[in-house]
């Protein structure tokens, strides 16, 4: 059963507040890995800067990276490289390629925590698997089409165009957050 609170402050502040108040005193490192295809789309105006920044009161991000395919424009990697993301470009398949890399990190003993900015419920195999090797998972996504079951597995999920903020805490499940522009 899902308990519901409105608080009176803004809806990024709430964000930063809860992920704050889960910093440990020995700050986690966390890998953020970004479906650039899925996410990085005009209609979700997605501010990747906020992102990092959201993510800061929860840990120190060691790595951040953009996946995208070959058709991305130059301005678009650019923009990407400037907010200090590496841009990472494949000829083939995104997602397979930023789901090795998850699997790198869930691996790597000098990461706590991963990030993924995706909608794609093919990704919640990596989060199973990060979760059963004790990494803590945070999902962040958009609506519509953000999947239900990433938003259900992940330890954190952060829907990013949300309207109203809400915070679920779920027994059997995440805290969700959602935040409008």
């Known amino acids: 059963m899902a308990i519901r609170k409105k608080l009176s402050f803004s809806k990024l502040q709430k964000i ?11 700050s986690r490192k966390m890998g953020l890995l970004v479906d650039g295809p899925n996410m990085l789309r005009k209609e ?9 920044d959201i993510l800061s009161d929860y840990g120190d991000i060691k790595v951040a990276k953009v996946f995208l395919n070959q058709y991305a424009g130059e301005k678009l990697v650019e923009a990407i490289e400037n907010q ?15 789901a090795v890399e ?4 869930i691996y790597n003993d ?14 919640k195999a990596v989060l199973n698997k990060a979760m059963e090797v004790g990494k803590e998972t945070i999902i962040i996504g958009a609506e519509p089409g953000f999947s239900a079951a990433l938003k259900n597995c992940a330890d954190i999920a952060i829907i990013l165009n949300d309207e109203d903020f ?3 805490h779920r027994e059997d499940s995440c805290n969700l957050f959602s935040y409008g522009d």
């Open 16 to 26: 930063r507040t809860y992920l704050s108040s889960k910093k440990e005193a020995d």
């Open 44 to 52: 979700f105006n997605i501010n990747l800067f906020e992102i990092r």
């Open 84 to 98: 200090g993301f590496e841009p990472i470009i494949t000829s083939g398949d995104v997602d397979v390629r930023m």
């Open 102 to 105: 998850a699997m790198e990190m």
């Open 110 to 123: 000098a990461i706590d925590a991963i990030a993924l900015v995706t909608r794609d419920a093919d990704f």
């Open 166 to 168: 809400e915070e679920d």
